[in-house]
């Protein structure tokens, strides 16, 4: 016995979620592997390149900076996935 779907479930079996191919989880790849790439040179920085930059570590504030924004692009891609409808014949 076939069982009629409601609005929402019959709209819902139409629909799938973009998944890995949503556009910000290869923005927040891209900006987390160079966050995580000036994170190690921050291991590396010389007290002369310390002194050029006023005393800021540079290279550890923006790694971590591009590390935190990586994480907010996975969690938004995440929490509000985007729908793609699917194409019905």
Do not use: H
Request: charged letters at 20%; proline letters at 3%; hydrophobic letters at 55%.
């Amino acid at each position: 016995m076939a069982e009629k779907m409601s609005g929402a479930d019959a709209q819902a079996e139409r629909t799938r979620k973009a998944g890995a191919f949503d556009i910000r989880n290869f923005i927040g790849m891209l900006i987390g592997i160079f966050g995580v790439v000036l994170l190690i040179a921050s291991i590396f920085d010389s007290a002369a390149d310390i002194a050029k930059a006023d005393g800021v570590r540079v290279n550890l504030w923006a790694g971590a900076g591009m590390v935190v924004t990586a994480i907010v692009f996975f969690a938004w891609a995440r929490l509000r996935p985007v729908v793609v409808p699917e194409d019905t014949p």
